[in-house]
């Protein structure tokens, strides 16, 4: 007999046919995140490289508005998201000159806040991946024992044993779970690489974040050292 999958899904009773579709199913959803968490990747990725070119000479000439405006055109960035917000709350606490806390904590504080809300979308859907290899194995694997209850019911039907009557429904059987490590396995790969990808972006904008907390930090430090030696002459 030639077991094409057409023969298959034609000799498969309803449950098994609902447990293979539920494995289709999961394929079709880790590779749908798959497909958008590495496009949106590429994408920050691309917009954060226009982004730094555009931001360096702002910072050399301390032009944090323009460094707010040039992060509010690539809102795809990770990189530009958080220098917008950092330097949005750095220019509103500096408005407020009788604020009790300093512009550069302020600054401080959102950006911890900011990298923790980046860092879960940069996640988003990470979890379906999760799910889908840790549980389709076992749902490949109660494929195949439904298969093969259904071949020993058709044995004790017909009334005839030996290897011939149940070799045809066991390797039948056999397929879920093959179809389920088939889906598990690369929604496992993807997943650890995806894992990776995200640390290295989280380490790299905790990098940058602090980079700008000290240019701010310097540049009040130099402010207020001015506005004494004024008040001194």
Do not use: C
Request: no cysteine; glycine share 10%; charged share 20%.
């Amino acid at each position: 007999m030639e077991f094409n999958p057409v023969h298959i899904w034609a000799e498969m009773s309803l449950l098994a046919k609902l447990i293979a579709a539920s494995l289709l199913a999961m394929g079709i959803a880790s590779l749908g995140v798959a497909a958008e968490r590495i496009w949106a990747f590429s994408k920050s990725a691309n917009q954060s490289r226009d982004f730094v070119r555009k931001v360096g000479p702002l910072l050399k000439e301390w032009d944090i508005d323009g460094v707010r405006a040039a992060a509010a055109e690539h809102q795809a960035s990770a990189l530009a998201r958080m220098f917008e917000a950092i330097s949005k709350r750095y220019l509103l606490a500096q408005e407020d000159a009788d604020g009790k806390v300093s512009p550069v904590e302020l600054a401080r504080n959102e950006s911890e806040r900011i990298q923790e809300v980046i860092g879960a979308d940069l996640r988003r859907g990470m979890s379906v991946l999760a799910s889908v290899g840790s549980t389709a194995p076992f749902v490949g694997l109660l494929g195949t024992v439904v298969g093969i209850i259904g071949a020993f019911q058709g044995i004790a039907d017909k009334g005839s044993g030996g290897l011939g009557a149940v070799s045809a429904g066991i390797a039948e059987a056999l397929y879920e779970t093959a179809f389920g490590l088939m889906v598990a396995i690369p929604a496992v790969l993807i997943f650890n690489y995806l894992t990776g990808r995200v640390a290295r972006i989280e380490l790299t904008l905790a990098k940058s974040a602090g980079e700008l907390l000290d240019d701010m930090e310097n540049h009040d430090g130099h402010e207020r050292t001015e506005q004494t030696f004024q008040r001194a002459a």
